[in-house]
């Protein structure tokens, strides 16, 4: 019987497992100096002022939209092609989400789709860059005029707009799960060029207490505190920011191995009943943290237990989340026909740094053999 090929794997070697031991040999375990080793190179690798390394992307969102006092009233634009920790954000913010209908090609939606959805309630817009690929910031940027644009860079590790790093010019969110192209088991970061929207993300991602841990328990440190907002229990830890700092050091190894499969898979699967992924026009870099499919020829779910049947793992990315059941109720039915058409078609291939070239050529033939 052939090995199972998953969807994604984590891409961990002997560095990682090293790092990890050295900050549990030292004693201090939670938030402290590797944290903030972290959060100054992933800032600066992006090109950002300020980094803040948090338990999660949707901590990050959270704590981002309170600091920009988001709620009841307000609405803020963002796809339904996305994974529902975004919308579950702006709803539990007491805000409303305004879906905005995607490219079929793409899987984003047009600058243009964003300019038309803006009202004078819009107090955000969420942009996603969607399975590595960059959204249009310019058109977007330009539609939101004044508007505070949050950039959801959860699948946009690597991934560059015309010649700069998303994340780069506005405030951003990534997310550094185990699927992502690099990641610390759980976590997210938030970047940014705002001072005090920084500083006050700060003070919500730990009980609202200014110092970290390690700067009150730490030599001749002073253990007294004061809170002068009530926050949140989101920092990372030390343990999980040396997995990150190794698997930073790998980013260029792990984009172009990425993108050898992709290729792989571009040309290997032409012509055979699936539509495949389509690379924005605008300049950019591709940073493949999804290769997602198109199925036509045959019913999906007849080809997801084709691929199950011959050990090939998948997923999907993602079930439209104005289709979720309690969007339905609180808001109706909400017309997307792009977005409904593709959420019924896409299926995600696999595609990791670790995936041998025997493998990559398997997955191409097992679907070649589907489809055939």
């Known amino acids: 019987?052939?090995?199972f090929i998953p969807m994604s794997r984590?891409?961990?070697?002997?560095?990682?497992?090293?790092?990890v031991a050295q900050v549990m040999r030292s004693g201090w375990i939670t938030?402290?100096?590797?944290?903030?080793?972290?959060?100054e190179s992933f800032a600066a690798f992006i090109g950002a002022k300020y980094g803040l390394a948090l338990t999660s992307a949707t901590a990050g969102l959270h704590i981002v939209l309170k600091a920009l006092d988001i709620g009841s009233g307000d609405e803020v634009i963002t796809p339904s092609m996305t994974f529902a920790s975004t919308v579950n954000q702006i709803v539990l913010a007491g805000a409303k989400p305004i879906?905005?209908?995607?490219?079929?090609?793409?899987?984003?939606?047009?600058?243009?789709?964003?300019?038309?959805?803006?009202?004078?309630?819009t107090k955000a817009i969420i942009p996603v860059h969607f399975a590595g690929a960059p959204a249009d910031m310019d058109g977007i940027e330009a539609a939101a005029d004044k508007i505070p644009v949050i950039e959801d860079a959860a699948h946009a590790i690597d991934t560059r707009y015309k010649g700069r790093h998303i994340g780069g010019k506005n405030t951003a969110i990534f997310s550094f799960h185990p699927i992502k192209n690099i990641t610390t088991g759980e976590g997210g970061m938030v970047t940014g060029h705002d001072e005090s929207l920084m500083r006050r993300l700060q003070l919500?991602?730990?009980?609202?207490?200014?110092?970290?841990a390690w700067k009150r328990y730490g030599k001749a440190s002073d253990p007294t505190y004061d809170i002068i907002e009530?926050?949140?229990?989101?920092?990372?830890?030390?343990?999980?920011?040396?997995?990150?700092l190794v698997?930073?050091?790998?980013?260029?190894?792990?984009?172009r191995r990425r993108t050898t499969i992709a290729e792989a898979y571009l040309d290997g699967l032409k012509g055979l009943g699936l539509d495949l992924p389509t690379r924005p026009g605008y300049e950019h870099q591709h940073s493949w943290h999804l290769f997602v499919v198109k199925v036509r020829a045959m019913k999906r779910p007849e080809f997801m237990a084709a691929l199950a049947e011959n050990e090939v793992g998948y997923g999907l990315h993602f079930p439209a989340c104005h289709t979720l059941s309690y969007i339905k109720k609180l808001y109706g039915t909400i017309n997307l026909p792009v977005t409904d058409e593709v959420a019924s078609r896409i299926i995600s291939l696999p595609i990791y740094p670790g995936m041998l070239d025997s493998q990559v050529e398997r997955v191409i033939n097992v679907i070649r053999g589907i489809l055939a």
């Open 10 to 19: 984590p891409y961990f070697g002997e560095e990682e497992i090293e790092e």
């Open 1 to 3: 019987m052939k090995d």
């Open 230 to 244: 009530p926050g949140f229990k989101y920092n990372m830890t030390d343990i999980q920011a040396a997995l990150g």
């Open 204 to 212: 919500l991602k730990f009980h609202g207490i200014e110092r970290d």
């Open 99 to 121: 879906f905005v209908d995607c490219d079929y090609d793409t899987l984003m939606p047009s600058a243009e789709a964003y300019a038309r959805a803006v009202t004078k309630h």
């Open 247 to 255: 698997q930073m050091r790998k980013i260029a190894d792990i984009t």
């Open 31 to 39: 938030t402290g100096p590797k944290c903030k080793e972290f959060e």
